[in-house]
């Protein structure tokens, strides 16, 4: 069965803190992977997609296809990062993580 | 555009009854998507149309749930004899192109509460 799993419910760090959030997943094939954000009040976006290899907002995500993982990280996390990130990979249709909510204290 | 729009934003129904959703997609996107998000959940996929043709629909959790999208452009989603797992938002998303991979343009969500 296709699964994706972000293991934590909340991340909270303190500004100018490295951040990591986790994606994991177990497919038959190689799907392609995006990271979803919604901010408060706001409505789910894209923030980055593997293919792009693109930095967005100051965040990466690299795939690691031995651990089939895609986590997203960012260096130094800023208070505007606050947020629920999704993962979410694409075999045949999208695929969501439960998210994780990511909260950035100054 | 505006974006992606649906109606109504809030939903309140008795158990039992019908309820209709609708969704505006960009214009001119020719991809749209039906998602469903319970509490604490990430959003799960219910249904896809390319145009006016209904390409997938695995995701529909049972035949109470029915999709259209007769001319290509507006979407309704119907769940008929609403139950109480029913209550979630439901999200709606378009692309541009016929291909699932482009991004996705979501929604603001109808949040419905079966009571």
């Known amino acids: 069965a296709q699964r994706v799993t972000q293991p934590e419910k909340l991340l909270s760090v303190f500004k100018g803190a490295p951040v990591e959030l986790k994606c994991n997943y177990s497919?038959?094939?190689?799907?392609?992977l995006f990271w979803y954000v919604q901010y408060s009040r706001q409505r789910l976006q894209l923030l980055l997609r593997?293919?792009s290899r693109e930095s967005i907002k100051g965040f990466t995500a690299d795939l690691n296809k031995g651990e089939t993982s895609f986590h997203l990280k960012k260096p130094f996390a800023q208070e505007e990062d606050s947020a629920m990130y999704y993962c979410?990979?694409?075999?045949?249709?999208?695929?969501f993580g439960t998210g994780t909510r990511l909260l950035v204290s100054p | 555009g505006a974006g992606v729009s649906q109606s109504p934003r809030y939903k309140v129904a008795k158990r039992g009854q019908d309820v209709a959703l609708r969704c505006d997609p960009i214009?001119?996107?020719?991809?749209l998507f039906w998602y469903q998000q319970a509490l604490g959940q990430g959003p799960e996929f219910l249904t896809y149309?390319?145009?006016?043709?209904?390409?997938?629909k695995s995701g529909l959790p049972s035949d109470r749930f029915f999709a259209e999208r007769p001319e290509g452009s507006v979407s309704t989603l119907k769940i008929q004899r609403t139950q109480q797992e029913d209550s979630a938002v439901y999200l709606c998303?378009?692309?541009?192109?016929?291909?699932?991979?482009?991004?996705?343009?979501f929604g603001p969500g109808t949040r419905l509460t079966v009571t």
């Open positions: 998303a378009s692309t541009p192109e016929g291909q699932i991979s482009y991004e996705q343009y």
């Open positions: 497919y038959s094939g190689s799907p392609e």
């Open positions: 593997h293919i």
């Open positions: 979410a990979p694409r075999f045949q249709k999208l695929v």
């Open positions: 214009s001119g996107h020719v991809s």
């Open positions: 149309f390319q145009n006016e043709a209904q390409l997938d």
